[in-house]
């Protein structure tokens, strides 16, 4: 099986570029060109300016606040591989994960902030013992995507 949550990522990049373009066209139109004074309910575009910026802030930086990342799932062959990246203004580096089937150990969930940011930490029997990968925040995959992995996983994960 292989998945990956590029649409969600790139529906998060489109609706910032959105929302940059017009909180530029108002700046613009409001304060350079002086074409019109925005004074919606008594207001002044001081205080709309402030309104604009304070959402573009909060679309802008939700991906980042939630630990939104890029995620590729493969469990075709003999391995198991994550690739991941975290998304948002600043891109992270590229991460990914590669196990064996025949040494996979399990993996743990776990969910933050009232579940809207979520984990995934994958485990590798080795000689030496068991490794701990760090976590991988799934928190931009929708709700199928997830319980697919878990399944995939699932199929692999020894009996206890």
């Known amino acids: 099986m292989k998945l990956d949550n590029s649409r969600t990522i790139i529906s998060f990049r489109i609706r910032l570029f959105a929302v940059t373009v017009l909180f530029l066209a108002y700046i613009i139109m409001s304060y350079a060109a002086k074409f019109f004074k925005l004074t919606l309910f008594g207001m002044s575009d001081t205080f709309w300016t402030i309104i604009f910026a304070a959402i573009w802030l909060i ?92 399944r995939s996983l699932n199929l692999f994960t020894p009996e206890a």
């Open 59 to 150: 679309i802008a930086f939700i991906p980042m606040l939630l630990n939104y990342q890029y995620v590729s799932y493969s469990d075709e062959g003999d391995t198991i591989i994550f690739k991941y990246f975290t998304s948002g203004i600043v891109g992270g580096k590229k991460n990914s994960v590669e196990i064996d089937k025949m040494t996979f150990a399990g993996y743990k969930t776990e969910k933050k902030l009232f579940g809207m940011i979520r984990s995934i930490t994958l485990y590798q029997n080795f000689k030496e013992g068991v490794a701990k990968y760090p976590p991988i925040f799934i928190s931009a995959l929708d709700k199928e995507q997830r319980s697919k992995i878990f």
